[in-house]
């Protein structure tokens, strides 16, 4: 395969957007080395609270606790900081630079004008929280995400299927029926209501291109097609045209080329203008290639704040509770499979910060050991079942098999003797027990899964990683890359500037070789067994309607909120 022009080594950047953060990586485009790498903390975090004060240190307006916001301009700054990091850290000359891509976690929404400007950086609209962009895990939409549901189930649309029959608030459509609702005004400002990763693009090349990928998993784009005017108004008469008006717009294939970085983001990142601008992606999708887990049967878990699994198929399949099966979602001539858990480092992290008390954080420190490692190395030494617990991982709602971010999250078998590593290893089998619950509704639905391969963060974790092969059953490897999203999108700059004909070939010649591989233990296998039998019988009893309590719970917060927020809306941005 001919690599280069002149001679001369080329080379590739990727962009891997988290939920905190950008990282850029420089990679080789003959072998896939990585040379260099880059990490920009965006300034404002994930907007939870309130929403940024402004140029007079004004506090901002209170948002629910539904709420998940960015700042935009956040993700320019990656672009600014990480990667002429990267190409620092990598030392080779930028003019050697072929092609740049990026991916984003989905569904992630920006709304902005016809020139690709975010509502929220226009005069009148910072006060405004439907103006900003509306993270992947903001789930205030749950209640325009069962309406869809609700009336597509009633109408017999032949897409639900497609998405194993629910529609998640995550979602773009939940969304913008959210924000149509709820701003009308934000609403009829907007031209076009666009995913992150085409935002983003769309910032490097200049030219708007939707990619096939967040089209078909999280905008309904299905069969060539967006539901019908027919359906959307029957939802709300005025979004009758989301479609034709906020959304349509070319469907760019995964591995093409958007376009051609323009003077400004070649000012930005310190890389040639003209360079290939790939068409964006998925954080998830594109880690297949990176892991060189193109082949049906394989299974990717990118671990890190939450998970998504991904998989391809030689056949379509309707897989119960999945976020979605799309033609070349994840590579030409498979059908690619979604599945995914709202919360799993969330989750760890969450308890670390509010469940362990002082003198656990104090005996870490003194055994030189972060707090995460600390309750590792004291969960391990425990017998499968010691601690009396049996926990569900739905602090984020559930993404997969149920579908609903009203759930929230339990833990059972708690006493006066239970100590914070016995909640933390429940916890971590928990979302093992999560994962389980997905490969067995693949393998439910004649979706084969035959290897389980991790990324992301999470799998420093040897006990972590343990326990997911003994509950799964499944050998278990990781990727020997610790970027394994930015190595993928790296794969994608490859095939957009010419080097490999196609993402397959790309991925045999630049992906990652493995990492640590664990091997299920037959013992812990039959232990899991019966702890996950305990956890399926609390799964279906919580979460599929023999008992309501999670849903009535969410009623009563939301309602006792109200108030607050209504009147702190109604101040136009003057704190309550």
Known sequence: MDVSVDGTEKFVIGVDYGTLSGRAVVVRVRDGKELGSGVFDYPHAVVTGELPEDTAGVAGIRLPGEWALQVPDDYREVLRH????????????????VGIATDFTACTMVPVKADGTPLSELPGFADRPHSYVKLWRHHAAQPQADRINAL???RGESWLPRYGGLISSEWEFAKGLQLLEEDPESYAAMD??????????????GDYVRNACTAGYKGIYQDGRYPSEEFLAALNPEFKDFVSAKLQHTIGRLGDAAGRLTAEAAAWTGLPEGIAVAVGNVDA????PAAKAVEPGQLVAIMGTSTCHVLNGDE????PGMCGVVDGGIVDGLWGYEAGQS???????????NGVPPEYHQGAKAAGLGIHEYLTELASGQAIGQHGLIALDWHSGNRSVLVDHELSALVVGQTLATRPEDVYRALLEATAFGTRTIVDAFRDSGVPVKEFIVAGGLLKNELLMQIY???TGLQLSTIGSAQGPALGSAIHAAVAAGKYPNIRVAAAAMGSAPGAVYTPIPENVAAYEELFREYRTLHDYFGRGANEVMHRLKAIQRNAVRPLVTKTLLTEGVPA
């Not at 999708?285 to 297949?288: D, L, P």
């Not at 919360?343 to 910060?353: C, H, K, L, Y």
């Open 192 to 205: 076009r209501w666009v995913e992150a990763a085409d935002w983003i693009v769309w910032q490097l090349c």
């Open 285 to 288: 999708h594109v880690t297949a």
């Open 469 to 471: 092969a003994d509950v």
């Open 316 to 319: 379509l399949r309707e897989v």
């Open 343 to 353: 919360g799993v480092g969330d989750i760890f992290g969450w308890f670390t910060r």
């Open 152 to 154: 597509a189930a009633e």
């Open 82 to 97: 990480a990667v002429p990091a990267a190409i620092a850290d990598a030392g080779i000359d930028p003019a050697a630079v």
